[in-house]
């Protein structure tokens, strides 16, 4: 009974040791020091005489491995958010250095490692590190909403599609004889230039009939509560993110609640593939998950001088920024990228939308637009191209990033 207990306690200890066979193997342990607040982990990866190297308040500061190791207690309440990356990596022989970020809410971690094989096993034997504190308050929220919510000339976009956002926050009317639709109203305080520039083209508030949402954050459909108090109309979205606009878009899987809007209820939850109807248009649901949990796109065809066209209002394929790895609050949200992206791969767009103006160039093309000249929002390569650079940027990142454990 005891050399079964000693036996199982030695497997235990083997279990919980990493090889070190390489850098990468090293700088994981640190990593998982960080994401456990676990000390351990950090006698693993740097030597006993390992140096930790910063500057405070313009002194030289400096720890040793276990000054270091017992600033590690617990795992921090936003984890979820804390995104660890390798940025650079560089092995000469038995000697290797290594850049690494981490990406947490309030301060920006970059730490310069110096590694070497020791016995077999690769160590940190120094770190130099900054941090630089962020201003993610109230205040920093409102400056970036200015810059992003300028106004912008409403136009025709293509067909009976009408732009009605700012610079860099689309809103989309969709005009019917029956009424009109309304795809996202931006952000609350962004809500009075897109009604007045639905009024501008001529159109009436009390005319838009349904209110769609192509994913549920602040920027996008932050004044839905507002919009249907003002209009009755029926809101429509997606399961999962109709639950987060249930919630003020608090709970979300990467914005926690800092990012809280007026709650609002859909009147009607799509599923994929359902269509929503309303004076001869009809347009398709898409879930497209991967930038929120119930990301939509939309899709529906329009007449353009005689031309039927495809025109494609796609969500959010941002997703590079996120906790890609051992993300407990979104575990399959790496599966869900890839799929959505194979997915609108096998879709076909002669118009690619999307939510923000420079994810389909809305500032150029508008310059461009002109009567009698070919519709610069015609364009049925860009899809292919932004999937391209999306999927690119997305590979890059989850590469970067801490290993699944």
């Known amino acids: 009974m005891l050399f079964s207990v000693l036996l199982l306690a030695i497997v235990l200890v083997a279990g919980t040791a990493a090889a070190q ?14 994401a456990s607040g676990n000390g351990d982990f950090i006698r693993q990866a740097f030597t006993p005489d390992a140096k930790i ?33 390798v940025e650079h990596l560089d092995i000469t022989s038995t000697a290797a250095s290594a850049v690494l970020t981490l990406d947490y809410p309030q301060v920006l971690f970059t730490d310069h490692l110096s590694l070497l094989r ?7 034997v120094n770190k130099v590190f900054s941090a630089d504190a962020r201003d993610a308050g109230p205040e920093a929220i409102k400056d970036a909403l200015q810059n992003w ?54 159109f009436k508030l009390k005319d838009v009939k349904i209110l769609l949402n192509s994913h549920a954050h602040f920027d996008h459909c932050g004044g839905f509560a507002e919009f249907k108090r003002q209009t009755g109309a029926t809101i429509v979205a997606s399961k999962l993110d109709g639950e987060l606009m249930v919630h003020g878009g608090k709970g979300d899987f990467y914005w926690g609640d800092d990012l809280a809007y007026e709650p609002v209820t859909p009147d009607r939850y799509v599923a994929d593939g359902e269509r929503v109807e309303l004076g001869g248009v009809s347009l398709v649901s898409h879930l497209t998950p991967g930038h929120t949990k119930g990301c939509t796109t939309w899709s529906m065809r329009v007449n353009e001088a005689g031309k039927e066209l495809d025109v494609l209002f796609l969500c959010g394929l941002t997703a590079s920024s996120y906790k890609l790895t051992n993300n407990e609050r979104y575990p399959n949200i790496v599966d869900d990228v890839r799929n959505t992206s194979t997915r609108l791969r096998g879709m076909r767009a002669d118009v690619m939308l999307a939510p923000h103006g420079f994810y389909f160039d809305l500032e150029r093309k508008a310059a461009r637009q002109t009567e009698g000249s070919a519709n610069p929002f015609i364009d049925a390569g860009e899809l292919g191209r932004h999937l391209a650079e999306m999927e690119k940027d997305f590979e890059q990142a989850l590469q970067s990033q801490e290993r699944q454990r």
Do not use: C
Not at 56 to 78: I, K, S, V
């Open 21 to 34: 066979d390489s850098p990468r193997d090293a700088i994981e342990l640190y990593f998982q020091a960080h």
């Open 53 to 85: 190297t910063f500057v405070e308040n313009g002194h030289l500061r400096q720890w040793t491995r276990e000054e270091f190791a017992a600033r590690f207690r617990d795992p921090a309440n936003d984890e979820y958010r804390r995104v660890r990356r």
């Open 118 to 124: 020791i016995e077999n096993q690769w160590k940190v």
């Open 149 to 202: 919510s300028l106004p912008f000339e409403p136009r025709r976009i293509v067909g009976n599609i009408y732009y009605v956002g700012t610079n860099l926050i689309s809103s989309f009317l969709i005009v019917t004889p029956e009424g009109h639709i309304l795809l996202d109203t931006g952000h609350v305080q962004m809500l009075p230039q897109v009604e007045a520039s639905i009024e501008k083209l001529g």
